[in-house]
């Protein structure tokens, strides 16, 4: 069995880093919309996990029920936060198995 080329190994490994670096910053700039209450409550999440809009209907707001408004954006963020991490995951999922990074040997 071949020994490993160290600087071989090495570069493959920054290539891999700088592909997922890549590919975290591309997920980040990616939207995924949910919604609740039947639409009362939408909801835009981006792939850093961060809620980027939320709108609320105004019939919502002018039925004055706290707790309704309160429980449908807390689903409505969270719907969206799990699409997020759903599209993360899928987009991470293409570097698999691990980029291309190939041992010497085990090919």
């Given amino acids: 069995m071949a020994q490993p080329n160290l600087s071989d190994l090495l570069q ?3 290539a891999l880093q700088e592909k ?5 910053e591309e997920a980040a700039a990616k939207t995924v919309d949910a919604q609740s209450g039947g639409g009362m409550v939408r909801v835009t999440v ?3 996990m961060q809620v980027r809009r939320i709108e609320i209907d105004p019939a919502l ?3 004055n029920d ?3 408004l309160e ?3 807390t689903v409505a963020v969270n719907q ?3 699409q997020a991490q759903a599209m993360v995951a899928a987009e991470m999922g293409k570097l698999a198995p691990m980029g291309g990074f190939k041992f010497p040997g085990m090919e």
């Fill in 46 to 48: 981006d792939g850093s």
């Fill in 20 to 24: 997922l670096k890549q590919m975290q």
């Fill in 12 to 14: 493959q490994a920054q």
């Fill in 66 to 68: 706290k707790a309704m």
């Fill in 61 to 63: 707001l002018a039925s």
């Fill in 71 to 73: 429980d449908l954006i």
């Fill in 80 to 82: 969206g936060l799990r």
